[in-house]
C-alpha cells in the first residue's frame, strides 16, 4: 500500500503499487482499490533506529501513510528498546530473549563487572527498559567510544543450556559463540513501539474510513512500556474488535478518483543514494532519539532529518516524480522519515522521563503534567491528554 484515498474527510480506498513484472526496470503501476473501510495493520518502525530486532519490512508505513491521511498519531515517544541484542559487526541484532537472564545470565561489563548490582535490586532482572538504559550507559567509554557489554552463562551449570535454548544456540553458533563457554557480546536494540495510530477501543482511529490494529495501532493498553508478550494479546484482540466495529459502522462504497500513475523506477545508483540517505537516518535517530535524550541532541536529530527529507525531495524531483515517489524504499525512506519526525517531537514535547522514554535533562516522571498520552496531529503538534 503506498497511499490512502481520502475524500470530504474521510478514507474512502487506498492505492497499491502491484508488484513488478516483465523487464527489469519496467513501471510499475498503481491499483486504486474502492473500500467501505481500511484497516492498518502494518506492524512497527523499528527500522528507523540503525540498531534494531525488528525485520526489513518494519518501516512504519501504514503509521506514516495513516498521519499523511489525516489521523492522529499517539505515544510516539515511546519505542521500546529490548536490552540484549546480539552485538557482533555485520550480524544482524538477534534477540537474545529475556529468558537467558530467567535462568540466570549475568550482565558484565568489559572489566567484568556484574553492573546491574549498582542499579536495580531485581539486578538482570530489572524491567526492560532499567536494563536497557544500564547497558547502554556501560557501553559508553568516558570518551565517547563504544565499549563491549556481555551476557555470561557460563557459570549455569544445572540445566543443559543447549537444550534449554536450541534457536539461539543455534544461532549463536553461526558465530562461533557457544552460551555454555563463551562471554556473548550484548547491546539494545529498537524493539516494540508503544506508540502508533491513535485508536479507540475498537480500531477507529481518529479519521472516519480508516481503522488500525496491531503494532501500528495505539490502544493505550501498553502505557509507556509493554509488558513483553502483550502484542500478541494485542493483536488478537484489537484485530477483532477493529473488524466488528468495521462491520457495525457499515460505511458507503465510494468510487474514488482515477489512480495515480505508474511508478517510474529509480536507476541502481538512486537507489543506491536512498540506501544510504536511509543508514544516516537510522545512525542519527539511534543517537539523538535513543535510549538517553535530551534536547540538544534531540534538536541535532532533528536538523539531520530535515537534510535527509530535502536530498530524498531531490531524488523524488530529479525523476520527475514529485510528489509520489517512485520506488519501494524510497517510498519506505519517506515513511521513516515520516515516523522519525514524529518520534523526535513527541520526545521534545514530554520533558520528563516515563517508561521506555528517558531525558537526562529531564530523568524524573512529572505525573502533574505529563500522566497523559501524546497525540500528534496533522498540523505536527503535540498535545497531552488524559483518554
Ligand atoms: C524478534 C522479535 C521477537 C518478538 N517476540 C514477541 C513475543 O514473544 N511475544 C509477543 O507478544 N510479541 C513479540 N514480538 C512483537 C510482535 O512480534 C509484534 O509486535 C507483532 O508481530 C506485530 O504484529 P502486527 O500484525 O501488528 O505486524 P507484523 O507482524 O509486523 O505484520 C505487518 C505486515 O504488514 C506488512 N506491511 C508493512 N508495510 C506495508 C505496506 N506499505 N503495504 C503492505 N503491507 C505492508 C509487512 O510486510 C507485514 O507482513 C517480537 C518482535 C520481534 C521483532
Redesign the pocket.
Known amino acids: ?2 497511499n490512502l484515498v481520502v475524500e470530504e474527510g474521510r478514507v474512502i480506498g487506498a492505492d ?1 503499487a502491484l508488484a513488478k513484472e516483465g523487464p527489469f526496470g519496467a513501471a510499475q503501476p498503481i491499483e486504486r482499490i474502492a473500500a467501505r473501510a481500511v484497516l492498518i ?4 518502525a ?1 527500522q528507523v533506529y540503525s540498531d534494531t ?3 526489513a ?3 512504519g ?2 503509521i506514516a ?1 495513516a498521519h499523511v491521511a489525516g489521523a492522529e498519531l499517539a505515544d510516539m515517544e515511546f519505542y521500546q528498546f529490548h536490552p540484549t541484542a546480539l552485538s557482533l559487526p555485520d550480524a544482524p541484532r538477534f ?1 537474545l ?1 529475556e529468558a537467558l537472564r530467567g535462568e540466570g545470565a549475568w550482565l558484565r561489563n568489559d572489566r567484568g563487572e556484574r553492573f546491574m548490582e549498582g542499579v536495580h535490586p531485581l539486578l538482570e532482572l530489572a524491567p526492560r527498559d532499567v536494563v536497557a538504559r544500564a547497558i547502554a550507559r556501560e557501553g559508553i567509554a568516558e570518551n565517547g567510544a563504544q565499549r563491549p557489554v556481555h551476557l555470561d552463562m557460563r557459570h549455569v551449570r544445572d540445566i543443559d543450556l543447549h537444550q534449554r535454548f536450541p534457536g539461539i544456540s543455534a544461532a549463536l553458533a553461526r558465530y562461533g559463540l557457544d552460551l555454555a563457554r563463551d562471554l556473548i557480546p550484548v547491546r539494545p536494540a529498537a ?2 513501539l508503544m506508540g502508533g495510530i491513535r485508536t479507540d477501543l475498537d480500531g477507529r482511529t481518529t479519521l472516519p474510513g480508516l481503522y488500525a ?5 495505539c490502544t493505550g493498553v501498553h502505557g509507556a512500556n509493554r509488558l ?8 488478537l484482540v484489537f ?1 477483532a474488535r477493529a473488524a466488528q466495529a468495521i462491520l457495525a459502522d457499515a460505511l458507503p462504497l465510494q468510487k474514488p478518483a482515477a489512480a495515480p500513475p505508474a511508478w517510474q523506477p529509480l536507476s541502481p545508483a538512486e537507489e543506491q543514494q536512498v540506501e544510504s540517505l536511509v543508514g544516516e537516518l537510522q545512525s542519527s535517530m539511534w543517537i539523538h532519539a535513543g535510549l538517553l535524550r535530551e534536547e540538544a541532541s534531540m534538536r541535532a536529530g532533528l536538523e539531520d532529518l530535515s537534510a535527509c527529507e530535502f536530498r530524498l525531495r531531490e531524488i523524488s524531483a530529479a525523476r520527475g516524480a514529485q510528489p509520489a515517489p517512485s520506488s519501494r524504499r524510497l ?2 525512506a519517506h ?1 521513516l522519515c515520516h515516523v522519525a519526525r514524529s518520534i523526535l517531537l513527541s520526545a521534545l514535547a514530554r520533558t520528563e522521563s516515563r517508561g521506555a522514554h528517558f531525558r537526562n535533562d529531564f530523568p524524573h516522571r512529572h505525573d502533574e503534567s505529563f500522566r497523559k498520552h501524546s497525540s500528534f496531529d496533522r498540523d505536527r503538534n503535540v498535545r497531552f491528554e488524559a483518554w
Open positions: 500500500m503506498t497499491l495493520a502494518s506492524g512497527g523499528g530486532t525488528n525485520p519490512v518494519a518501516t508505513d501504514g501513510l534477540l530473549s524493539h516494540y490494529a496491531g503494532e501500528a495501532a513483553a508478550s502483550n502484542s500478541l494479546l494485542e493483536g484485530g517510498s519506505e515513511s
